[in-house]
């Protein structure tokens, strides 16, 4: 089953969540600040997106800009990156959607039928 993780005042969540269920697709969901995906989620999701790691990041969250991400993202390794991540879910790129061959960040309507609609 998938598992969603998302945040209650995100309108891009709430978008992803009404699509998943016209789409009759069975999905788990978790709020992504109290219980942020694991290392191991995280990993999946990094290799899925070809290495990219600010891809995992929500680059326009207040966490983001306070801990200037932007500018020490690149000099962190993979470990470090994946740890914070993984301990602050105001980090993590939302929604954020893994499973069984599914792993996506954030909502695209038109993108989602091609990984979600198999």
Not at 86 to 100: C, D, E, S
Request: hydrophobic residues 40%.
């Amino acid at each position: 089953m998938l598992k969603l993780y998302t945040y209650a005042n995100c309108d891009s969540c709430r978008a992803a969540t009404k699509w998943l269920r016209a789409h009759a697709i069975a999905f788990e969901e978790h709020p992504i600040r109290e219980t942020p995906p694991s290392t191991a989620e995280l990993r999946t999701m990094l290799a899925a997106y070809g290495g990219e790691m600010r891809k995992l990041f929500n680059t326009s969250g207040r966490d983001y800009r306070e801990q200037k991400l932007g500018e020490k993202l690149p000099t962190l390794t993979p470990a470090a990156a994946l740890a914070l991540l993984a301990g602050n879910g105001n980090l993590v790129k939302r929604p954020f959607v893994i499973g069984p061959g599914v792993a996506i960040v954030g909502f695209d309507a038109q993108a989602w039928p091609a990984s979600l609609l198999k």
